[in-house]
């Protein structure tokens, strides 16, 4: 029976890596099919979550830029039928790498990124030269997975696919995943002080700043504010917690295992500017935990359904953020269990299923 791949440069610690382990590891539950992982180098944190059941297959080089030979080799040697990729750059190598290989297998793309979040990092002729790479390539696919409508919508508006070529089909969730995830951490905190949670890379489009900024104006001064992620911002937002004369209550972990972490806290904050998706708010409300979070472009609304299961305030609005902390603090909206239940439509199993029926056509 031919097999499943899915192409991801590396197994280190994000959020497309994180799906994809979610990914294999369900798929290889449900369907006879072999599974795939094909990386630049077997390493990573991430490694040692994928199932036994799943085949690793490393191509031994340092770039993606330089990979396309090897993966095209792959495809010519294993001729799986499906070739599932991630995030852009590596979505165009795999297309190229498809089309040198003379091989019938179908080729899905996964965006996980709004267009113009994706190009915000990169300069104007590099950022011109990425679309026009897209839109001459992407249209070779069999499928374009958009993980939620807004991004669907950037890649029609910037004229990368058509519309009939895009399935959206939002990331899957697995609790179960972190029970192990990289390390435990003990927060230096005392078992009585309450903590709010915030998860994420430290980067602009994040909005940690804002975060900050609002924190430093919350009616409830004893409360911790505890941040999981790691990034090249973080001396700046160090830098602003001693602004704000906050730095005594505000922990950045780095990356840690998030779940105790964020099962104990008494409120989970997503002050993005922008979100894709939105992984870390899902897995939240699959834990129960009370959320605010920022109705930036991406999935958060979609997700919170537009606010019933969550506060949700504009973006770049320090004052608001402060609001509606203070607010769910004391009246969360919704209940943990219906949290729960709407994590649930997002399970592994689910996701993983419609994979199979929407877009593998198996």
Not at 42 to 68: D, M, Q, W
Not at 85 to 101: G, Q, R, T
Not at 282 to 294: N, R, S
Request: hydrophobic share 45%; net charge positive; charged share 20%.
């Amino acid at each position: 029976m031919r097999p499943i791949a899915f192409f991801i440069p590396n197994l280190s610690v994000g959020g497309a890596q994180k799906v994809v382990v979610n990914l294999v590891n369900g798929l290889s539950l449900i369907t006879d099919h072999p599974i795939h992982v094909i990386t630049l180098r077997k390493e990573g944190e991430f490694l040692s979550h994928i199932s036994p059941s799943v085949t690793i297959y490393a191509l031994n080089k340092n770039r993606v830029l330089s990979c396309c030979f090897a993966l095209s080799f792959y495809i010519f040697k294993n001729k799986p039928l499906i070739l599932c990729s991630s995030l852009f750059y590596s979505n165009l190598c795999a297309v190229v790498s498809w089309m040198i290989s003379f091989c019938s297998c179908r080729l899905i793309l996964r965006e996980d990124c709004l267009f113009d979040n994706t190009m915000s990092h990169c300069s104007l002729f590099k950022g011109k030269l990425i679309r026009f790479l897209m839109k001459l390539l992407y249209r070779y696919a069999y499928s374009v997975v958009a993980i939620s409508n807004p991004v669907k919508k950037s890649l029609i508006e910037n004229k990368i696919c058509k519309t009939n070529l895009i399935s959206v089909i939002p990331n899957p969730v697995d609790i179960n995943f972190f029970n192990n995830f990289v390390k435990k951490y003990k927060l230096s905190l005392s078992e009585h002080d309450n903590y709010i949670c915030a998860v994420g890379r430290l980067s602009f489009e994040k909005g940690f700043d804002i975060l900050l900024k609002a924190f430093s104006e919350i009616d409830n001064t004893h409360i911790h504010l505890v941040i999981i992620g790691d990034g090249k911002l973080k001396k700046e937002l160090l830098d602003y917690a001693n602004e704000f004369s906050i730095s005594d209550k505000v922990h950045f972990t780095g990356f840690i295992n998030p779940y105790k972490v964020l099962q104990n806290s008494s409120l989970f904050v997503l002050p993005s500017r922008s979100e894709g998706f939105g992984l870390a708010l899902l897995e939240a409300l699959a834990l129960g935990v009370p959320v605010v979070a920022t109705s930036c472009p991406g999935a958060p609304r979609e997700i919170l359904l537009n606010g019933k299961l969550g506060h949700l305030v504009e973006t770049e609005n320090a004052s608001a953020l402060t609001s509606a902390i203070n607010d769910a603090l004391i009246n969360p909206r919704s209940n943990s269990i219906d949290r729960k239940l709407r994590a649930q439509e997002y399970s592994t199993p689910v996701i993983c299923k419609r994979y199979l029926s929407e877009v593998f056509n198996i």
